[in-house]
């Protein structure tokens, strides 16, 4: 079971529940990977919804790995996201809400 007041997120992979957490070395992890000036212009892209499918994948990766899963990208786009490809961009942005907001406010 995941808790959202600490900013965790329930990814369901293959069947499978999965933890997934935005910890700062994740966010981090992030920055590197989708070559962002700051995670605010992360978040803009989400919240204006001109984010790409890499977007979504590299954000549920490092929120997997910070919660302890210990795939890569590869092996993620091998696995079956439950809800598809709607609900995977669905948590990529929670994901990112969770890690500066508090449950009641996203």
């Not at 590299?58 to 795939?71: E, F, P, Y």
Request: with cysteine; proline share 4%; glycine share 12%.
């Amino acid at each position: 079971m995941v808790n959202p007041w600490a900013g965790e997120v329930e990814v369901v992979l293959n069947g499978e529940p999965h933890r997934a957490k935005l910890t700062l070395g994740a966010l981090a992890e992030l920055e590197t990977a989708l070559q962002v000036g700051s995670l605010v212009d992360l978040a803009q892209r989400f919240e204006c919804g001109k984010f790409s499918a890499r977007d979504v994948i590299v954000l549920l990766v490092a929120g997997l790995r910070g919660g302890g899963w210990q795939g890569n990208a590869e092996a993620f786009c091998r696995m079956e996201i439950k809800g598809g490809p709607i609900e995977a961009a669905r948590l990529a942005a929670e994901l990112l809400a969770r890690a500066f907001t508090f449950p009641d406010e996203t």
